[in-house]
């Protein structure tokens, strides 16, 4: 029996075996993404406005990013908000409630990508300066969540 070859992208992993091909063009493509972006930024803007945007504190930062580049969803929009330590468990919990689809809703109220219970969380989109009739935008829904989990932890989506 001859050397294993690792698979190429044409060829398919066996079962069971990672394709670390594919997660390395993946993560290839977020890191251009980014190069493009900042590049993008940067050169589309004055060197008046490099300079404001440098004096604005880390939060206020976030804000014109998240205005520029709205997150494309539930996932991104968490990694915007959470700390990295529960992107992880927040990616399972999201694809439990939601499906990872920011305009799930039920008729006991739970709405969006991490079904925040509108009847009687509602306060909390107005705490993070959202409106609660934006449950259905990802950055909105997971800062809502975000204000919830810093006050009673991971208990709200406990089974």
């Known amino acids: 029996m001859g050397v294993r070859q690792p698979p190429t992208t044409k060829q398919r992993p066996l079962r ?8 390395s063009e993946e993560h290839m493509k977020k890191i251009a993404i980014i190069i493009a972006s900042i590049v993008t930024f940067a050169t589309s803007c004055t060197p ?9 504190n880390p939060q206020q930062q976030q804000d014109v990013i998240n ?3 709205p997150p ?4 991104d929009a968490m990694k915007r908000v959470w700390p990295e330590s529960e992107w992880a468990w927040g990616e399972r919990i999201m694809w439990r409630e939601s499906n990872h689809q920011p305009t ?12 925040v219970m509108l009847p009687l969380h509602s306060r909390r989109f107005t705490a993070v300066g959202c409106s609660p009739s934006q449950w259905s935008d990802p950055l909105c829904n997971n800062k809502a969540a ?12 406990n089974l």
């Open 72 to 75: 494309t969803g539930c996932v």
């Open 104 to 115: 799930a809703y039920n008729r006991s109220g739970a709405s969006g990508c991490w079904q």
């Open 16 to 23: 069971g075996e990672p394709n670390r091909y594919t997660k």
């Open 48 to 56: 008046e406005e490099i300079e404001l945007f440098k004096t604005l």
């Open 146 to 157: 975000y204000h919830l989990f810093l006050e009673a932890g991971r208990s709200p989506w």
């Open 67 to 69: 205005y520029l580049w």
